[in-house]
């Protein structure tokens, strides 16, 4: 697993020639009131540990990624860091293997003015 800080983010942000999935492992209530990073994708923890317990076929219809491509990059976030790496480590035992954790999480995303992105109730 690679560590990402937020000049790697935001290139791979900019530029967009990577397959990337930003994976946002927050509760809905916490991207309401904090909003997200752009293009990513909620998937809270909470779903990810429930979904662990599934084969790998499952895992993916639970969490609603079936047209994810398993291979490609996978960098996972939070408020601070410890859930983002619990959802990589699940990610990697469901055989995800181009996994990253964005180091600082959203709290370093908005100190650095990494674009943010408003979620309303309807978008969860």
């Known amino acids: ?3 990402v800080c937020f000049e790697d983010l935001e ?3 900019r530029v967009g020639t990577t ?5 946002d492992v927050r509760n809905p209530g916490e991207l309401e ?14 779903n990810i540990r429930e979904a662990s317990t599934m084969k790998s076929d499952n895992f993916k219809t639970f969490l609603k990624i079936e047209e994810m491509d398993s291979k490609a ?8 860091g410890p859930r983002a790496i619990a959802a990589a480590n699940i990610f990697e035992s ?6 990253g954790l964005y180091s600082g999480g959203m709290l370093d995303w908005v100190a650095y ?3 943010v992105e408003a979620v309303r109730d309807s978008e969860e």
């Open 1 to 3: 697993m690679k560590l």
């Open 11 to 13: 290139k791979i942000l």
């Open 19 to 23: 397959k990337l999935y930003i994976v």
């Open 33 to 46: 009131k904090h909003g997200k990073i752009q293009g990513s994708l909620n998937i809270p923890l909470k």
């Open 73 to 80: 990059c996978y960098v996972f976030h939070c408020r601070s």
């Open 94 to 99: 469901m055989g995800f293997t181009n996994l």
């Open 113 to 115: 003015g990494g674009q």
